[in-house]
Nanobody, 122 residues
Framework: QVQLVESGGGLVQAGGSLRLSCAAS????????MGWVRQAPGKEREFVAA????????YYVDSVKGRFTISRDNAKNTVYLQMNSLKPEDTAVYFC???????????????WGQGTQVTVSS
């Protein structure tokens, strides 16, 4: 079992920056693939970014490439999402998630945080 707690959300003007943090419990954090998912009102969940346990493999959805940076500090059991040049369409609840397994070639995320609200005003 893993517990994830997001923080760092808030209200920011377009073009501004926020840094989200996700603190994980346990002593096996380095074994997890970590991801960030967002959900805007009336929209489906969108996978934003992911990072492997070593940080050597990183994924971003096209809409955030060049603006968002995912990183992790395994010694602190924390994953970060640095969000720069924010746009109103980035407004959503942001969740962090942890994965330890792949089923039939698809990565399964079994642990989720409670979410943190990010609101970008124009």
């Amino acid at each position: 079992q893993v517990q994830l707690v997001e923080s760092g959300g808030g209200l920011v003007q377009a073009g501004g920056s926020l840094r989200l943090s996700c603190a994980a419990s346990g002593r096996t954090f380095s074994n997890y693939v970590m991801g960030w998912v967002r959900q805007a009102p009336g929209k489906e969940r969108e996978f934003v970014a992911a990072i492997s346990w070593s940080g050597g493999n990183i994924y971003y959805v096209d809409s955030v490439k060049g603006r968002f940076t995912i990183s992790r500090d395994n010694a602190k059991n924390t994953v970060y999402l640095q969000m720069n040049s924010l746009k109103p369409e980035d407004t959503a609840v942001y969740f962090c998630a942890a994965s330890t397994r792949t089923v039939a070639g698809i990565r399964e995320y079994d642990y989720w945080g409670q979410g943190t609200q990010v609101t970008v005003s124009s």
